[in-house]
């Protein structure tokens, strides 16, 4: 993939957050995650998080426009000149336009997105055994990948939480949001020749595989 922003596409619990964060570790691309900037703007009670809360709860998306002032700014870091994989951005047609424009803006090249393909009735598998670091935000899952001391991330030491989000209701809710405004960038990157699908299931290794080669090859 000659592209240096790659947008990973996929519903929620198809395993974005996961692959992003190992691909960024693997590549020395940045990992930016809005979903990641919002939980932190609403634990630091920011102007944006105080904003951004109540849909957050609901299962609802922020208001683009919030999103968009986000990411301009967030691409704008020094960190994000060289490669970027962005999880969780766009989510809505609006979005994706706000970024095509962005990238010609800061003269990079158009993104290229994968999009991780995985059953619906394994998202909600996936999305109820979910922990999250509060510190580091790795992700841990009961039954697929538990931490080595129950509660405690592998990686910093910190704190393991349900996410607030991933209660039964508000994933059910997440997923219909995600099928009606997320959805249709599938045929928006398809139509553009800039989509490759990827096996969402299997083991985070075996993920972490198909993508390395679909980054590499569009
Ligand atoms: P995520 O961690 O990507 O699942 O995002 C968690 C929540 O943050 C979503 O359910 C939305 O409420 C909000 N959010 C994250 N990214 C966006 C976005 N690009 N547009 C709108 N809302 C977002």
């Known amino acids: 993939m000659s592209a240096q922003t790659v947008v990973l596409l996929g519903p929620p619990g198809a395993g974005k957050g996961t692959q992003a964060a190992a691909l960024a570790r693997a590549t020395g691309w940045a990992h930016i995650s809005t979903g990641d900037m919002l939980r932190a703007a609403v634990a630091a009670g920011s102007a944006l998080g105080q904003a951004a809360k109540g849909y957050m709860d609901r299962g609802d998306y922020v208001p683009d426009q919030l999103i968009v ?69 790795e992700v841990y899952h009961l039954e697929t990948r538990a931490p080595r001391q129950a509660g405690i991330c592998d990686v910093c030491g910190g ?34 020749h800039r989509l490759t699908a990827v096996d969402g299931l299997g083991t985070p290794a075996e993920v972490a595989g198909r993508l390395k080669e679909a980054i590499a090859w569009s």
Do not use: H, N, W
Request: aromatic residues 4%; negative net charge.
């Open 159 to 192: 704190q393991l939480a349900q996410r607030s989000d991933d209660q039964p209701e508000t994933v059910q809710r997440r997923l219909a949001v995600y099928q009606e405004k997320t959805a249709p960038l599938i045929a928006f990157y398809r139509a553009g």
């Open 69 to 137: 002032e986000l990411i301009a700014e967030r691409m704008a870091a020094p960190d994000a000149q060289g490669g970027v994989l962005l999880d969780g951005f766009p989510r809505t047609p609006a979005q994706a336009d706000m970024l095509d424009e962005l990238l010609i803006r800061l003269g990079r090249e158009p993104a290229a997105a994968v999009s991780l393909e995985v059953a619906p009735d394994q998202l909600v598998r996936r999305l109820s055994g979910r922990l999250t670091c509060q510190s580091c935000q």
